[in-house]
């Protein structure tokens, strides 16, 4: 039950959006991007599925300019779009990333692999990389058994990585290119699990991000899920858990994005928010996301819809 009218909500969180859904349209595994001064939005878009699970074919975006108003840019890519995967295929949790004067966007198909696509400006048209996937379980060493959820990150350096995976994180360098990868697909390791809690472990929706000359390795722990994360000098890790980020949702999945623009952070995730929502008809929201002094990222309360 909501304890905050949307007044309270601005006083205790800084933000009109934590608990709001960005859009009236389901959608789910955020992964936003700030490019050339506007917001990218790229989503999975539970409206188009069946209901009953995650099986739509095609992937939404939405734009702002203030993280308040959002615009939704529509359907702009299909996976039809990857001539080898079926027509059919599920398109889950997205990413992208921009590089070279192009975006890119990484696709993850059918739960076996993951595609790249490439456009000239953030909201396409994209058309594919390459011939064939950029990750495919059946032709790449430890791909893992369900090679989902990509996420990049450039490092200051400009090396590339992807990070991907259920049951076991993978990480992997990508070439400058941004659509090949670079040696081997590696198991991205986590110590330090909290004793007495046997049942939390690594389940899926990997993300990096850096924050104060530290990398921060966010996922959510299985299904459902808490979204925690560990840190470590390295983007290859090992690291070093820390804590919880977002509780358990009352929906199965748990996904998130971390970004800062401006100075400020902000967690990106979905939840059950809208009339007739659940687990396959997810919405996205945003909370602002702060700091203690030694880096400990401060979990963020869920703030349940009215
Ligand atoms: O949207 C389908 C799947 O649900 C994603 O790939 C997972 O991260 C979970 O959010």
């Known amino acids: 039950m909501a304890l ?7 006083m205790a969180n800084g933000s009109d959006r934590t608990g709001q859904p960005i859009s009236q349209r389901f959608n789910g595994d955020p992964s936003p991007h700030h490019f050339d001064g506007r917001w990218y939005l790229y989503a999975t878009d539970d409206a188009s599925n ?40 599920k398109a889950w ?11 890119y966007f990484y696709a993850p198909i ?18 594919d990389a390459r011939t064939d996937a950029l990750i495919d379980k059946a032709r790449d060493a430890n791909a893992g058994a369900e090679p989902i959820d990509p996420a990049v990150f450039v490092d200051k350096d400009g090396q590339a990585y992807l ?12 070439k400058p290119d941004m659509v090949h990868t670079d040696g081997p697909i590696m198991d991205v390791a986590i110590t330090g699990w909290p004793s007495g809690d046997a049942k939390k472990t690594y389940g899926e929706a990997p993300y990096l991000h850096a924050h104060d000359g530290l990398y921060y390795f966010s996922f959510s722990t299985g299904w459902p ?68 002094k030694d880096g400990a990222i401060q979990t963020v309360k869920r703030i349940a819809p009215e």
Do not use: C
Not at 97 to 103: E, I, M, P, S, V
Not at 110 to 127: E, T
Not at 164 to 169: A, L, Y
């Open 4 to 10: 905050l009218t949307a007044a309270g909500l601005l």
């Open 50 to 89: 069946s209901g009953t699970y995650w099986d739509s074919t095609s992937w939404r975006l939405y734009t702002s300019t203030d993280m308040q108003q959002w615009r939704d840019d529509g359907a702009f890519l299909d996976v039809k779009t990857f001539k080898w995967a079926r027509p059919d295929a």
């Open 93 to 103: 949790a997205p990413e992208a990333a921009q590089r070279n004067g192009k975006y």
């Open 110 to 127: 059918g739960g076996d692999r993951i595609g790249v696509a490439v456009a000239d400006k953030p909201q396409g048209p994209f058309h």
């Open 163 to 174: 990070y991907f995976g259920t049951r076991v994180p993978k990480v992997v360098r990508l």
């Open 225 to 292: 899920g808490q979204i925690v994360y560990g840190t470590s000098t390295s983007p290859m890790g090992p690291f070093a858990y820390r804590g919880v980020i977002l509780d358990y949702l009352p929906i199965s999945t748990n996904h998130q994005a971390i970004v800062e623009q401006g100075g400020k952070s902000w967690l990106f995730y979905h939840d059950r928010l809208l009339p007739g929502g659940g687990d396959h008809r997810r919405s996205i929201t945003i909370a602002p996301l702060t700091y203690a």
